[in-house]
């Protein structure tokens, strides 16, 4: 499938973007003329039920014949797109959960909101099985 830009819109989830280089993807889909758009990751499941998201694309480190290892969260991506229909695509990145400062806690705006003495579970990689995806690239 193409996308030309200048006619789709980007909405990129931000994902712990302290873990990523999403910002990096922006300016590639900026300088190519995409409108893009960040948006919270708490609000991929309500974009994708009003229907303002017609194809999603998850990253992945490591591929086998039956899955594919991707940055957490992923597999909560790739069920609501299957549960409402919308097209999930695979792509290939070179984030590395291991080599990433990926934190301990949960975190807002870089400040532990988890309380003293609370535990918190962060998981760095979904294993995705492929049934899930419709292409891959």
């Not at 991929?44 to 992945?60: D, E, H, L």
């Not at 695509?89 to 609370?118: M, Q, W, Y």
């Not at 535990?119 to 990689?125: F, M, N, R, T």
């Amino acid at each position: 499938m193409h996308y030309p830009s200048g006619q789709w819109t980007i909405w990129c989830a931000e994902s712990r973007p302290f873990e990523t280089v999403v910002s990096e993807w922006i300016k590639v889909f900026i300088a190519a003329g995409y409108e893009t758009v960040v948006i919270a990751d708490n609000m991929i499941g309500f974009c994708m039920a009003q229907k303002k998201v017609q194809s999603v694309f998850v990253f992945y480190q490591r591929l086998t014949s039956e899955d594919a290892s991707c940055q957490g969260g992923s597999l909560l991506v790739a069920v609501l797109a299957r549960e409402l229909g919308i097209d999930c695509n695979l792509h290939p990145t070179d984030f590395d959960h291991e080599k990433a400062a990926i934190r301990d806690t949960l975190c807002f705006v870089g400040d532990s909101i988890v309380p003293p003495g609370a535990k918190s579970c962060i998981p760095g990689v979904d294993r995705v099985a492929l049934s899930y995806f419709k292409e891959r690239w």
